[in-house]
Protein backbone atom coordinates (compact mmCIF):
# COMPACT_ATOMS: atom_id res chain seq x y z
CA UNK A 1 0.00 0.00 0.00
CA UNK A 2 2.55 2.48 1.15
CA UNK A 3 4.87 1.50 -2.71
CA UNK A 4 1.43 1.92 -4.09
CA UNK A 5 0.57 5.86 -2.70
CA UNK A 6 4.42 6.64 -3.87
CA UNK A 7 5.42 6.44 -0.61
CA UNK A 8 8.99 5.27 1.03
CA UNK A 9 8.81 2.05 3.06
CA UNK A 10 11.07 2.61 6.50
CA UNK A 11 12.15 -1.17 6.06
CA UNK A 12 12.53 -0.81 2.27
CA UNK A 13 15.22 2.21 3.28
CA UNK A 14 16.77 0.23 5.97
CA UNK A 15 17.62 -2.49 4.00
CA UNK A 16 18.55 -0.52 1.09
CA UNK A 17 21.21 1.19 3.47
CA UNK A 18 22.61 -1.97 5.25
CA UNK A 19 23.21 -3.24 1.76
CA UNK A 20 24.84 0.05 0.68
CA UNK A 21 27.02 -0.44 3.79
CA UNK A 22 27.69 -3.89 3.01
CA UNK A 23 28.49 -3.51 -0.29
CA UNK A 24 30.98 -0.52 0.83
CA UNK A 25 32.69 -2.78 3.26
CA UNK A 26 33.76 -5.37 0.16
CA UNK A 27 34.35 -3.11 -2.17
CA UNK A 28 37.01 -1.29 0.21
CA UNK A 29 37.99 -4.78 0.71
CA UNK A 30 38.26 -5.78 -2.56
CA UNK A 31 40.20 -2.84 -3.26
CA UNK A 32 42.74 -3.12 -1.01
CA UNK A 33 43.76 -6.62 -2.08
CA UNK A 34 43.87 -4.77 -5.67
CA UNK A 35 46.46 -2.77 -4.34
CA UNK A 36 47.97 -4.67 -2.09
CA UNK A 37 48.47 -7.58 -5.35
CA UNK A 38 49.80 -4.26 -7.42
CA UNK A 39 52.56 -3.47 -5.18
CA UNK A 40 53.47 -7.03 -4.61
CA UNK A 41 54.31 -7.62 -8.44
CA UNK A 42 55.37 -4.31 -9.06
CA UNK A 43 58.20 -4.87 -6.25
CA UNK A 44 59.46 -8.24 -7.60
CA UNK A 45 59.09 -7.30 -11.06
CA UNK A 46 61.27 -4.28 -10.94
CA UNK A 47 63.98 -6.51 -9.33
CA UNK A 48 63.70 -9.16 -11.10
CA UNK A 49 65.04 -6.34 -14.22
CA UNK A 50 68.62 -7.08 -15.43
CA UNK A 51 71.41 -4.77 -13.71
CA UNK A 52 71.96 -2.98 -10.88
CA UNK A 53 70.43 0.08 -9.66
CA UNK A 54 73.85 0.70 -7.36
CA UNK A 55 75.15 0.99 -10.72
CA UNK A 56 72.99 3.24 -12.27
CA UNK A 57 73.32 6.07 -9.24
CA UNK A 58 76.23 6.04 -9.06
CA UNK A 59 77.17 6.41 -13.13
CA UNK A 60 80.85 6.92 -13.76
CA UNK A 61 82.11 6.91 -9.93
CA UNK A 62 80.77 2.93 -9.72
CA UNK A 63 83.86 1.62 -8.12
CA UNK A 64 83.68 -2.24 -6.69
CA UNK A 65 83.52 -0.36 -2.85
CA UNK A 66 81.04 2.07 -3.48
CA UNK A 67 78.80 -0.09 -5.20
CA UNK A 68 78.83 -2.45 -2.51
CA UNK A 69 78.45 0.51 -0.08
CA UNK A 70 75.42 1.72 -1.67
CA UNK A 71 73.22 -1.69 -1.71
CA UNK A 72 73.97 -2.49 1.65
CA UNK A 73 72.98 1.61 2.67
CA UNK A 74 69.47 0.80 0.95
CA UNK A 75 69.47 -2.72 1.88
CA UNK A 76 69.93 -4.17 -1.37
CA UNK A 77 72.44 -6.80 -0.12
CA UNK A 78 69.31 -8.31 1.78
CA UNK A 79 67.42 -11.70 0.16
CA UNK A 80 64.64 -10.42 -1.95
CA UNK A 81 61.82 -11.95 0.58
CA UNK A 82 63.60 -9.60 3.55
CA UNK A 83 63.61 -6.85 1.28
CA UNK A 84 59.52 -7.45 0.84
CA UNK A 85 59.23 -8.06 4.78
CA UNK A 86 60.87 -4.88 5.24
CA UNK A 87 59.00 -2.82 2.71
CA UNK A 88 55.79 -4.10 3.56
CA UNK A 89 56.40 -3.35 7.23
CA UNK A 90 57.23 0.30 6.67
CA UNK A 91 54.11 0.32 4.14
CA UNK A 92 51.54 -0.65 6.47
CA UNK A 93 53.44 1.72 8.64
CA UNK A 94 52.48 4.90 6.18
CA UNK A 95 56.16 4.69 5.45
CA UNK A 96 56.95 4.72 1.62
CA UNK A 97 61.09 5.24 1.89
CA UNK A 98 62.99 7.56 0.59
CA UNK A 99 63.86 8.54 -2.53
CA UNK A 100 67.20 6.83 -3.35
CA UNK A 101 68.54 9.15 -5.08
CA UNK A 102 67.14 12.24 -4.20
CA UNK A 103 67.61 11.69 -0.97
CA UNK A 104 63.85 12.86 0.08
CA UNK A 105 60.90 11.34 1.65
CA UNK A 106 58.52 9.67 -1.34
CA UNK A 107 55.91 10.93 0.31
CA UNK A 108 56.83 14.26 0.19
CA UNK A 109 57.61 13.82 -3.51
CA UNK A 110 53.81 12.68 -4.00
CA UNK A 111 52.46 15.02 -2.33
CA UNK A 112 54.45 18.11 -4.28
CA UNK A 113 53.73 16.75 -7.50
CA UNK A 114 50.44 14.96 -7.35
CA UNK A 115 48.13 17.88 -6.96
CA UNK A 116 49.75 18.90 -11.24
CA UNK A 117 48.12 15.40 -12.20
CA UNK A 118 45.18 15.71 -10.23
CA UNK A 119 44.15 18.97 -11.30
CA UNK A 120 44.73 18.02 -15.15
CA UNK A 121 43.14 15.08 -14.94
CA UNK A 122 40.03 16.63 -13.24
CA UNK A 123 39.88 19.68 -15.67
CA UNK A 124 40.28 17.22 -18.51
CA UNK A 125 37.29 15.18 -17.72
CA UNK A 126 35.36 18.01 -17.29
CA UNK A 127 35.83 19.35 -20.52
CA UNK A 128 35.06 15.87 -21.82
CA UNK A 129 32.06 15.30 -20.25
CA UNK A 130 30.96 19.44 -21.53
CA UNK A 131 31.97 18.18 -24.89
CA UNK A 132 30.50 15.02 -25.58
CA UNK A 133 27.00 15.01 -24.01
CA UNK A 134 26.08 17.76 -26.19
CA UNK A 135 27.48 15.89 -29.59
CA UNK A 136 26.18 12.79 -28.36
CA UNK A 137 22.64 13.81 -27.76
CA UNK A 138 22.91 15.77 -31.26
CA UNK A 139 23.61 12.71 -32.75
CA UNK A 140 21.14 10.29 -31.32
CA UNK A 141 18.62 13.21 -32.11
CA UNK A 142 19.20 13.56 -35.64
CA UNK A 143 20.53 9.63 -36.15
CA UNK A 144 22.08 8.74 -39.65
CA UNK A 145 22.12 12.45 -40.44
CA UNK A 146 25.05 14.66 -42.09
CA UNK A 147 25.66 15.75 -38.66
CA UNK A 148 25.46 12.27 -36.77
CA UNK A 149 28.12 11.40 -39.63
CA UNK A 150 30.24 13.87 -38.83
CA UNK A 151 30.22 13.70 -34.90
CA UNK A 152 30.82 9.97 -35.19
CA UNK A 153 33.65 10.57 -37.19
CA UNK A 154 35.34 13.55 -35.31
CA UNK A 155 34.92 11.07 -32.18
CA UNK A 156 36.76 8.31 -34.53
CA UNK A 157 39.50 10.28 -35.12
CA UNK A 158 40.15 11.44 -31.92
CA UNK A 159 39.66 7.92 -30.53
CA UNK A 160 42.41 6.54 -32.87
CA UNK A 161 45.02 9.60 -32.06
CA UNK A 162 47.23 8.47 -29.53
CA UNK A 163 48.19 10.83 -27.02
CA UNK A 164 51.09 12.04 -27.31
CA UNK A 165 50.83 12.43 -31.03
CA UNK A 166 47.78 14.65 -30.03
CA UNK A 167 49.58 16.31 -27.57
CA UNK A 168 52.48 17.19 -30.16
CA UNK A 169 50.31 18.42 -32.82
CA UNK A 170 48.61 21.27 -29.73
CA UNK A 171 52.27 22.12 -28.40
CA UNK A 172 52.95 23.09 -31.71
CA UNK A 173 50.57 24.87 -33.12
CA UNK A 174 49.12 27.18 -30.25
CA UNK A 175 53.04 27.35 -28.46
CA UNK A 176 55.42 27.37 -30.84
CA UNK A 177 53.96 28.31 -33.95
CA UNK A 178 51.06 31.08 -32.40
CA UNK A 179 52.68 31.91 -28.79
CA UNK A 180 49.68 31.77 -27.00
CA UNK A 181 50.45 29.32 -24.71
CA UNK A 182 53.85 28.43 -22.23
CA UNK A 183 55.46 25.38 -23.83
CA UNK A 184 56.49 24.05 -20.21
CA UNK A 185 56.14 24.36 -17.05
CA UNK A 186 52.95 23.68 -14.51
CA UNK A 187 50.56 26.53 -12.22
CA UNK A 188 51.75 28.30 -9.32
CA UNK A 189 49.84 27.06 -6.03
CA UNK A 190 47.60 29.87 -4.90
CA UNK A 191 48.14 31.85 -8.39
CA UNK A 192 44.89 31.21 -10.35
CA UNK A 193 45.92 33.27 -12.94
CA UNK A 194 48.56 30.64 -13.77
CA UNK A 195 46.31 27.65 -13.63
CA UNK A 196 44.75 28.75 -17.31
CA UNK A 197 48.16 29.30 -19.50
CA UNK A 198 49.22 25.74 -18.08
CA UNK A 199 45.98 23.60 -18.12
CA UNK A 200 44.57 24.72 -21.07
CA UNK A 201 45.90 22.55 -24.00
CA UNK A 202 47.00 19.70 -21.93
CA UNK A 203 43.29 19.27 -20.83
CA UNK A 204 42.03 20.27 -23.75
CA UNK A 205 44.38 17.35 -25.47
CA UNK A 206 42.59 14.74 -22.50
CA UNK A 207 39.21 16.22 -22.88
CA UNK A 208 38.85 15.69 -26.89
CA UNK A 209 40.54 12.46 -26.85
CA UNK A 210 37.95 11.31 -24.12
CA UNK A 211 35.33 12.98 -25.46
CA UNK A 212 35.30 10.70 -28.72
CA UNK A 213 34.61 7.76 -26.64
CA UNK A 214 32.22 9.21 -24.31
CA UNK A 215 30.10 10.74 -26.97
CA UNK A 216 30.01 7.46 -28.51
CA UNK A 217 28.13 5.62 -25.69
CA UNK A 218 25.84 8.70 -25.21
CA UNK A 219 24.69 8.63 -28.89
CA UNK A 220 24.02 4.57 -28.52
CA UNK A 221 22.60 5.03 -25.12
CA UNK A 222 20.48 8.28 -26.20
CA UNK A 223 19.38 6.55 -29.27
CA UNK A 224 18.37 2.90 -26.99
CA UNK A 225 16.21 5.42 -24.73
CA UNK A 226 14.70 7.96 -27.11
CA UNK A 227 12.75 4.21 -28.64
CA UNK A 228 11.19 3.74 -25.51
CA UNK A 229 7.55 3.98 -24.69
CA UNK A 230 7.60 6.32 -21.78
CA UNK A 231 9.46 8.83 -24.24
CA UNK A 232 5.98 8.37 -26.74
CA UNK A 233 3.65 8.88 -23.84
CA UNK A 234 6.10 11.99 -22.79
CA UNK A 235 5.15 13.08 -26.40
CA UNK A 236 1.62 12.81 -26.55
CA UNK A 237 1.72 14.57 -23.02
CA UNK A 238 2.72 17.69 -24.98
CA UNK A 239 6.16 17.71 -23.07
CA UNK A 240 8.67 20.02 -24.92
CA UNK A 241 11.62 18.36 -26.60
CA UNK A 242 14.32 19.76 -24.29
CA UNK A 243 12.49 17.81 -21.28
CA UNK A 244 11.99 15.00 -22.68
CA UNK A 245 15.87 14.74 -23.95
CA UNK A 246 17.21 15.99 -20.60
CA UNK A 247 14.24 14.92 -17.84
CA UNK A 248 13.28 11.74 -19.06
CA UNK A 249 15.94 10.07 -21.65
CA UNK A 250 19.28 11.36 -20.21
CA UNK A 251 18.53 10.62 -16.58
CA UNK A 252 17.56 6.72 -17.93
CA UNK A 253 20.76 6.56 -19.75
CA UNK A 254 22.93 8.21 -17.22
CA UNK A 255 24.01 4.65 -15.65
CA UNK A 256 26.34 3.34 -18.38
CA UNK A 257 27.63 7.06 -19.25
CA UNK A 258 28.79 7.52 -15.98
CA UNK A 259 30.20 3.75 -15.65
CA UNK A 260 32.50 5.15 -19.07
CA UNK A 261 32.95 8.26 -17.78
CA UNK A 262 34.39 6.81 -14.39
CA UNK A 263 36.86 4.20 -16.67
CA UNK A 264 37.64 7.21 -18.91
CA UNK A 265 39.03 9.43 -15.54
CA UNK A 266 40.84 5.99 -14.65
CA UNK A 267 42.45 6.19 -18.31
CA UNK A 268 43.32 9.50 -17.84
CA UNK A 269 45.33 9.33 -15.48
CA UNK A 270 47.79 6.56 -17.13
CA UNK A 271 47.33 9.37 -20.25
CA UNK A 272 48.81 12.28 -18.02
CA UNK A 273 51.95 10.62 -17.25
CA UNK A 274 53.06 10.51 -21.48
CA UNK A 275 50.88 14.37 -21.79
CA UNK A 276 53.33 15.55 -18.61
CA UNK A 277 56.76 14.32 -20.44
CA UNK A 278 55.12 16.05 -23.66
CA UNK A 279 54.04 19.40 -22.18
CA UNK A 280 57.25 19.39 -19.31
CA UNK A 281 54.43 19.64 -16.36
CA UNK A 282 56.08 19.17 -12.98
CA UNK A 283 53.61 16.00 -12.50
CA UNK A 284 52.94 12.59 -11.23
CA UNK A 285 53.70 11.51 -14.30
CA UNK A 286 57.14 13.09 -14.85
CA UNK A 287 58.34 12.20 -11.69
CA UNK A 288 57.45 8.95 -13.12
CA UNK A 289 59.45 8.36 -15.53
CA UNK A 290 62.21 9.78 -14.32
CA UNK A 291 62.10 7.37 -11.37
CA UNK A 292 62.06 4.80 -13.84
CA UNK A 293 65.10 6.21 -15.80
CA UNK A 294 67.09 5.67 -13.03
CA UNK A 295 65.64 2.61 -11.15
CA UNK A 296 64.93 4.55 -8.02
CA UNK A 297 62.63 1.62 -6.32
CA UNK A 298 60.72 3.57 -3.77
CA UNK A 299 60.34 6.23 -5.76
CA UNK A 300 58.68 3.65 -8.77
CA UNK A 301 56.39 2.10 -6.03
CA UNK A 302 55.41 5.06 -4.60
CA UNK A 303 53.88 6.11 -7.85
CA UNK A 304 52.42 3.05 -8.94
CA UNK A 305 50.63 2.99 -5.33
CA UNK A 306 49.09 6.58 -5.86
CA UNK A 307 47.87 5.55 -9.18
CA UNK A 308 46.37 1.99 -8.22
CA UNK A 309 44.89 3.67 -5.10
CA UNK A 310 43.52 6.08 -7.39
CA UNK A 311 41.41 4.04 -9.83
CA UNK A 312 40.35 2.03 -7.45
CA UNK A 313 39.12 5.04 -5.50
CA UNK A 314 37.36 6.05 -8.58
CA UNK A 315 35.70 2.87 -9.44
CA UNK A 316 34.15 2.82 -5.99
CA UNK A 317 32.55 6.37 -6.60
CA UNK A 318 31.74 4.64 -9.86
CA UNK A 319 29.71 2.12 -8.22
CA UNK A 320 27.96 4.11 -5.34
CA UNK A 321 26.81 6.73 -7.97
CA UNK A 322 24.76 4.12 -9.54
CA UNK A 323 22.24 4.19 -6.61
CA UNK A 324 22.28 7.85 -6.77
CA UNK A 325 21.60 8.32 -9.97
CA UNK A 326 19.13 4.94 -10.36
CA UNK A 327 17.83 4.18 -6.43
CA UNK A 328 15.77 1.37 -7.87
CA UNK A 329 19.30 -0.40 -7.81
CA UNK A 330 19.61 0.16 -3.86
CA UNK A 331 16.81 -2.34 -3.80
CA UNK A 332 18.52 -4.95 -5.69
Same mark, same amino acid.
Given at each position: MISALGLSNPDENWVSEAFLISYLIRRIVSGLITIFAIVTLVFFALRLLPGDPAEVWLGDYATQELI? &???????????LWGQYATYMDHLVRGDLGDS?? $?? %? =?????? =????????? *??? +??? %?? =?ILIALPAGIAAAVRQNSFTDL *????SSFFFISMPSFWLGLIILFTFSLR?????? $?GGEQGGNWMSYVPHLTLPSLCIGIREAGLISRMVRSTMIDTLSKDY??? #?? =??GLSEW &?????? #???????? +?VSLVGMSL? *? &?????IVLEVVFSRPGLGRLYV?? %?? %????????GCILVMAASVVVINMLVDVSYGIIDPRIRHQ
Open positions: E &STRAKWGLDKPLP $MK %V =SVAELL =SRHFPFTLR *LVL +IGT %VL =S *LIMLLGWFPT $MIDV #AR =SK &SILYKH #ALRNALAP +IA *L &SLAGANA %VA %VRDYPLIQ
